[in-house]
């Protein structure tokens, strides 16, 4: 018989933790956050070229976790996509309230698609992080070198 409490979840219950869609709707929601950031990259380098250095660095980061997420469940990925939606999040409330390095806006419309895919993919992250730390093995490994 399996033992299917939350420490052990059964896989008819979890299925590949995050199962492949949730993983790919992920996938999908974090190379939307960047393409949608490469669009707006000649914008901001002419309105406020720090900004737009930012958008295009999170271009290769966002590229690289949609790519991994894609193909199969790889941490780093997770985590990357996440720190990086996460900063995408925080640098447009505070270009929208007290300012991003001198720069601030009061549109607040225009980041609403960003945001939208950004919270998408830091919920399945976060959703997937969590089913992890309730795996059969991280459970166990809590449990190494007591007799």
């Known amino acids: 018989m399996?033992?299917?409490?939350?420490?052990?979840?059964?896989?008819?219950?979890t299925g590949s933790r995050v199962g492949a869609t949730a993983r790919r709707v992920a996938s999908?929601?974090?190379?939307?956050?960047?393409?949608?950031?490469?669009?707006?990259?000649?914008?901001?380098?002419?309105?406020?070229?720090?900004?737009?250095?930012?958008?295009?660095?999170?271009?290769?980061?966002?590229?690289?976790a949609a790519w991994r997420l894609w193909r199969g469940e790889h941490l780093t990925a997770w985590l990357l996509g996440a720190a990086v939606s996460a900063g995408m999040i925080g640098g447009f409330l505070a270009s929208r309230t007290f300012g991003l390095f001198g720069y601030?806006?009061?549109?607040?419309?225009?980041?609403?698609?960003?945001?939208?895919?950004?919270?998408?993919?830091?919920?399945?992250?976060?959703?997937?992080?969590?089913?992890?730390r309730t795996t059969p093995a991280l459970a166990n490994a809590g449990r190494a070198g007591r007799p």
Do not use: C, K, N
């Open 2 to 13: 399996t033992d299917s409490s939350p420490l052990h979840p059964t896989s008819s219950t």
């Open 28 to 64: 999908a929601m974090i190379a939307a956050a960047g393409v949608l950031h490469l669009v707006l990259v000649p914008e901001y380098l002419a309105e406020e070229p720090f900004v737009g250095i930012l958008f295009l660095l999170s271009v290769p980061l966002t590229g690289w």
């Open 104 to 132: 601030t806006s009061t549109d607040w419309a225009e980041g609403m698609p960003s945001l939208l895919v950004e919270a998408v993919f830091l919920v399945l992250a976060a959703r997937h992080l969590i089913s992890q």
